[in-house]
């Protein structure tokens, strides 16, 4: 989780969603496994990854993840 977590705080250092300038399943599917991976093993997103943090709280805040 570690490394993926730095992978994907690069990719969303350079665009504002997991696959580009539009919010996608892809975004859905991350959200999924960064929400699996804090609660189910205790990793939650580190401190330092700001770009994959901005993204995971723009993400959840939107009234189609208020599930």
């Known amino acids: 989780m570690k490394n993926f977590f ?19 399943v892809a975004d859905i599917t991350m959200l ?7 609660k189910a093993i205790t990793f ?3 401190d330092e990854h700001r ?4 993204w995971y709280d723009a993400t ?3 009234p189609s993840m208020a599930a």
């Open 60 to 62: 959840s805040r939107r």
């Open 32 to 38: 999924v496994t960064v929400d699996f991976a804090a």
């Open 6 to 24: 730095a992978d994907f705080d690069d990719r969303l250092g350079e665009t504002p969603f997991v696959a580009g300038q539009r919010f996608s």
């Open 44 to 46: 939650p997103v580190p």
């Open 51 to 54: 770009s994959l943090r901005r």
